[in-house]
């Protein structure tokens, strides 16, 4: 039986043209900004992972049913309701997110209508956490 393939993936597309074409002038403004963020706390580069998620370094996962592939480390992504931030779980995550601000959490992400509505600092805090987490889980 064929493995299907990650439908996020790794792409060379331009980070820049991909945030000069969204649409709304504060998303865009604030994508900016999160780049600049994510960017300081995870020492990595921008790069576009499928055709619309912003990306901030790699890492390897395999689980145990055999499935495996490549991911970033933390990303983000301007979407048309919400800019949507990947944060992966931690010990501690429900409390930070309380700290957030003005956010709609999920499972795998957290929506935010805009930055001005979150603390930036507890942000960092928490792709920082997120970070180690994944390096600890997948032994990087």
Same mark, same amino acid.
């Given at each position: ?7 996020? &993936? ?7 043209? %991909?945030?000069?074409?969204? !649409? ?13 963020? %994510? ?30 592939? !490549? ?19 931690? !010990? ?36 920082? &956490? ?7 889980? %997948?032994?990087?």
């Amino acid at each position: 039986m064929a493995k299907s393939k990650n439908k996020t &993936a790794a792409t060379t597309k331009s980070v820049d043209d %991909f945030i000069a074409a969204v !649409d709304d002038e504060a998303k865009r403004d604030d994508s900016y900004e999160l780049i600049k963020i %994510f960017k300081d706390v995870t020492g990595e580069n921008a790069t576009m992972w499928g055709p619309s998620i912003v990306g901030f370094g790699t890492y390897h996962y395999k689980y145990e049913s055999g499935r495996e592939g !490549d991911m970033p480390l933390a990303a983000f992504s301007p979407r048309k309701n919400a800019l949507v931030l990947y944060i992966t779980n931690f !010990d501690g995550k429900e409390e930070m997110q309380k700290k957030l601000g003005k956010v709609k959490p999920s499972k795998g992400c957290v929506y935010v209508k805009k930055l001005e509505d979150i603390d930036t600092g507890v942000l960092k805090k928490m792709i920082t &956490a997120s970070v180690k987490s994944i390096k600890k889980g %997948f032994g990087r």
